[in-house]
Nanobody, 119 residues
Framework: QVQLVESGGGSVQPGGSLRLSCAASASGSIFSIYRMAWFRQVPGKQRELVAAITSGSATSYADSVKGRFTISRDNAKNTLYLQMNNVKPEDTAVYYC???????????WGQGTQVTVSS
């Protein structure tokens, strides 16, 4: 069982930066064995994958955020991060943290944090 709590969302101007955090509590398992990811969703659209990081810290990104966003994890702190630089209005969405157990393939979700990019 994993509980995920996102933080760091808010309002930012275009071109600005924001860092999201996702604190994980994993009873009966260790954080490092989860594949972690950030998704985002806007009203009326499907949730989309923004960035992912494996247990070995290999990363992947959606084309729309490559070169601007950086996903990272601190296994000692059970925390996932998303550094968002040079944000654009189209980055406005609710951002969700996700954890995927690499053995059972069970997935977990946080409650989401709102990011609004506007001048």
């Amino acid at each position: 069982q994993v509980q995920l709590v996102e933080s760091g969302g808010g309002s930012v101007q275009p071109g600005g930066s924001l860092r999201l955090s996702c604190a994980a509590s994993a009873s009966g398992s260790i954080f490092s064995i989860y594949r972690m990811a950030w998704f985002r969703q806007v009203p009326g659209k499907q949730r989309e994958l923004v960035a992912a990081i494996t247990s070995g810290s290999a990363t992947s990104y959606a084309d729309s955020v490559k070169g601007r966003f950086t996903i990272s994890r601190d296994n000692a702190k059970n925390t996932l991060y998303l550094q968002m630089n040079n944000v654009k209005p189209e980055d406005t969405a609710v951002y969700y943290c996700s954890a995927l157990h690499i053995v059972t393939m069970r997935s977990y979700w946080g409650q989401g944090t709102q990011v609004t990019v506007s001048s």
